[in-house]
Structure formats: structure tokens, C-alpha cells
T-cell receptor, first 114, second 112 residues
Framework: DVKVTQSSRYLVKRTGEKVFLECVQDMDHENMFWYRQDPGLGLRLIYFSYDVKMKEKGDIPEGYSVSREKKERFSLILESASTNQTSMYLC?????????????FGPGTRLLVL | SQQGEEDPQALSIQEGENATMNCSYKTSINNLQWYRQNSGRGLVHLILIRSNEREKHSGRLRVTLDTSKKSSSLLITASRAADTASYFCATDQGNYGQNFVFGPGTRLSVLP
């Protein structure tokens, strides 16, 4: 079974703090994604990566950065957390090149910024 | 940008009834996928339908795709309380790209 794990299920941070969210997948997937999910807005893509050290901006990259130093690990960084970044963060991974990639999701990290 | 838009936003039915959810999208696609999310959890892939397919089945799930109307529907037959979840459609925007666009989802409640 594909397993995508996220470092924390719940996280509480203060405004201005630097926040690291980590995601690890064990299926040798090329692609990895970070989404945020807010009520009524569905999933919005923040960043994705199709290879080690490669990254592409999604729909809402402002205020976020990412790092992919190893194929299995994709980190989302909030440089200076703000209250409007309170959200559910979902990581996903998929194979590349088939044209029918299924995304496998982690359990999510619910972040509260005070 | 919201490519997929599910309809209705919320649906409440009795156990044993069928549940139908719809998804509309704006641009051409190569395939469309449906995912399920149990409360507070990650999404789980349910089914993929290609743009040249009109209907696909998987167990109690039936998905249809009408590319002329840019719409898809997900039918869950003989629903169970365990089907209570949010359901999302995801489209690939026609570029065989690695990233999909997810709609806001339909929240399904199946009452025992």
C-alpha cells in the first residue's frame, strides 16, 4: 500500500513563527504536492514538485516555500506564519508519465496560527 | 482557479438510497477523477474516467462523463452510513500535467 505520512496531525503556532510541514512517501513517486483546504474552497494547490530539487508554483504560493532535497520528502515552509494561513494542509504524491496519475494523500496537518 | 465544481454542496439521504453528485468543469480534459474524504482525513482515490469513456463502474460506484457538456456525475447505489464523506472531482486540465484541479466537494450524509 502506498503510504504518505505527514509530520504532524495538529500544530499550533504563533504569528511570525517559521513553520515546517514535512511529508514523506514510500512509493518512489516522482510527483509531490502541497494543498491547503478551507471550507467552501476545496483544495487549492500551493506548490508541487516533479523531481528532486524541482518545484513549481501552484495557485496560491504566496507566503509559502518548499524544499525537495530527497525524492521521498517534500517540505512546506511558512516563512512567517500569519493567521490567514490557519488551514488544513494536505500532502499528496503520484507517479509521473502515465497521463492518468492518481494522487495519494497523507492524513493532513491542521495548522492553527494564533 | 476552480476547474471542477461539484453540485450539490451537501446531500443528505437515508441508508439504502442512491446518491448522485455532479461535477462541472471549464476546460477540455484528458481524464477526470473522483476522490472521497472522510472527516478530517486525507483524500482517497475512487475512480478515474478517461475523456473517451462515457461510463465506468466500480462496485457500487457509477461514473458518467459528458465532454460536450463538460460534466460528470458520481452515483453511489444502495448507500451505507460508511459512505458519509465529502466527494471531490479532479480534472487534469487537458495537459497531461501532473497537477489536478479539485472542486469544492459535495458533503454526503447517509443517515441510518
Amino acid at each position: 500500500d502506498v503510504k504518505v505520512t505527514q509530520s504532524s496531525r495538529y500544530l499550533v503556532k504563533r504569528t511570525g513563527e517559521k513553520v515546517f510541514l514535512e511529508c514523506v512517501q514510500d512509493m518512489d513517486h516522482e510527483n509531490m504536492f502541497w494543498y491547503r483546504q478551507d471550507p467552501g474552497l476545496g483544495l487549492r494547490l500551493i506548490y508541487f514538485s516533479y523531481d528532486v530539487k524541482m518545484k513549481e508554483k501552484g495557485d496560491i504560493p504566496e507566503g509559502y516555500s518548499v524544499s525537495r532535497e530527497k525524492k521521498e520528502r517534500f517540505s512546506l515552509i511558512l516563512e512567517s506564519a500569519s493567521t490567514n494561513q490557519t488551514s488544513m494542509y494536505l500532502c499528496a504524491s503520484s507517479f509521473s508519465g502515465t497521463g492518468e496519475e492518481t494522487q495519494y494523500f497523507g492524513p493532513g496537518t491542521r495548522l492553527l496560527v494564533l | 482557479s476552480q476547474q471542477g465544481e461539484e453540485d450539490p454542496q451537501a446531500l443528505s439521504i437515508q441508508e439504502g438510497e442512491n446518491a448522485t453528485m455532479n461535477c462541472s468543469y471549464k476546460t477540455s480534459i484528458n481524464n477526470l477523477q473522483w476522490y472521497r474524504q472522510n472527516s478530517g482525513r486525507g483524500l482517497v482515490h475512487l475512480i478515474l474516467i478517461r475523456s473517451n469513456e462515457r461510463e465506468k463502474h466500480s462496485g457500487r460506484l457509477r461514473v458518467t462523463l459528458d465532454t460536450s457538456k463538460k460534466s460528470s456525475s458520481l452515483l453511489i447505489t444502495a448507500s451505507r452510513a460508511a459512505d458519509t464523506a465529502s466527494y471531490f472531482c479532479a480534472t487534469d486540465q487537458g495537459n497531461y500535467g501532473q497537477n489536478f484541479v479539485f472542486g469544492p466537494g459535495t458533503r454526503l450524509s447517509v443517515l441510518p
